[in-house]
């Protein structure tokens, strides 16, 4: 079936510094990713959508300039959270889709930023 | 988010009992759903899904109907078992839009 391995699993960081996760999909072309945020006990919020090659669609109140995401290949889409300060910390959750599959998420990022 | 502040509503139910979890969904035009099942400090993982085409949906020991109508989604899972314990999404999603949408969640307890 559809994997998706996302990295790294957890990450301690000090405020001010950049953090990056990478998403990759193992056995298929994900033509589409997306990522998503999770603060505990809540729901997954989407961030933003990003095909391979194009610039990632931020949903209304998600800094782009702040959550920098690259689909360079259509194996791999990185979030870069930048300048990270201590209300970033959340659960990072990524998805990828392709044409012949459905959505495939990956394990997450637990983010604490200090 | 309509989740931020919000606790994620519980079911508790004993080993072998029927469990039920509802979902209302927003878009009229949402014509795809899925459940997830989350359990803590992983991804969702696939359970089922329907599209709008159907009202009704079996896996295995679960589940799910669809009613256009209300705008509403039901999981229900058979014979359910302590390792059935973890937070239940619905997600919506529509034919032409690439993105889903997750609800708010419901916690799943389930004692021995």
């Known amino acids: 079936g559809a994997v998706v391995s996302q990295h790294p699993s957890w990450v301690i960081c000090k405020s001010g510094t950049s953090v990056k996760i990478e998403c990759r999909s193992l056995?298929?072309?994900?033509?589409?990713m997306f990522w998503y945020r999770q603060f505990p006990k809540q729901s997954l919020m989407l961030m933003a959508t990003?095909?391979?090659?194009?610039?990632?669609?931020?949903e209304q109140g998600v800094e782009k300039d702040k959550f920098l995401i690259n689909h360079a290949s259509l194996t791999l889409s990185t979030l870069t959270v930048t300048s990270a300060h201590p209300e970033d910390s959340s659960f990072y959750i990524c998805?990828?889709?392709?044409?012949?599959?459905?959505?495939?998420f990956g394990s997450g990022t637990r983010l604490t930023v200090v | 988010g309509e989740s931020v502040g919000l606790h994620l509503p519980t079911l508790s139910v004993q080993e072998g009992d029927n469990s039920i979890i509802n979902c209302a969904y927003s878009?009229?035009?949402?014509?795809?759903f899925i459940w997830y099942k989350q359990e803590s400090g992983k991804g969702p993982q696939f359970i089922i899904d329907?599209?709008?085409?159907?009202d009704k949906r079996q896996g295995q020991r679960v589940t799910v109907l669809l009613n256009k109508t209300v705008k509403h989604l039901s999981l229900q899972i058979a014979a359910t078992q302590p390792g059935d314990s973890a937070v239940y999404f619905c997600?919506?999603?529509?034919?032409?839009?690439?993105?889903?949408?997750f609800g708010t969640g419901t916690r799943l307890l389930v004692s021995p």
């Open positions: 998805s990828a889709k392709g044409s012949n599959y459905g959505y495939t």
């Open positions: 056995d298929f072309q994900a033509t589409t």
């Open positions: 990003s095909n391979e090659g194009s610039k990632a669609t931020y």
């Open positions: 878009n009229s035009a949402s014509d795809y």
């Open positions: 329907i599209r709008s085409n159907m």
């Open positions: 997600a919506e999603g529509a034919t032409g839009f690439q993105k889903l949408v």
